[in-house]
């Protein structure tokens, strides 16, 4: 997740895993303040392997994450990549 909490792909799937059946895990929100479509999502196992290989295939090693001296905004550049 965005903070690290959860270490990979098989995690994040079981946590949203039946989300909509066990309703919700943020104690500050309710349940109608969730996206519909979160609310509906169940049996995420059901194609697991399947997501898992798609989302590693979104990947890309040979990104270039160097961070230029300059961007044409004129913005300064900068960032953990």
């Known amino acids: 997740m965005h903070n690290g909490i959860l270490a990979d792909l098989d ?3 079981d946590f ?3 989300f909509g059946r ?18 509906t999502l169940d049996d995420v196992d059901d194609n697991e392997q399947a997501l898992i290989e798609f989302l590693n295939a ?5 990104f270039d994450r160097t ?8 913005l300064n550049p900068g960032g953990h990549i």
Request: proline content about 8%; hydrophobic content about 25%; cysteine-free.
């Open 11 to 13: 995690d994040v799937l």
């Open 16 to 18: 949203y895993d039946g």
């Open 22 to 39: 066990r309703g919700n895990r943020n104690q500050n929100l309710t349940r109608d303040q969730l996206d519909p479509l979160l609310r």
């Open 58 to 62: 979104l990947n890309d090693d040979s």
């Open 67 to 74: 961070i230029p001296a300059q961007v044409p905004s004129g």
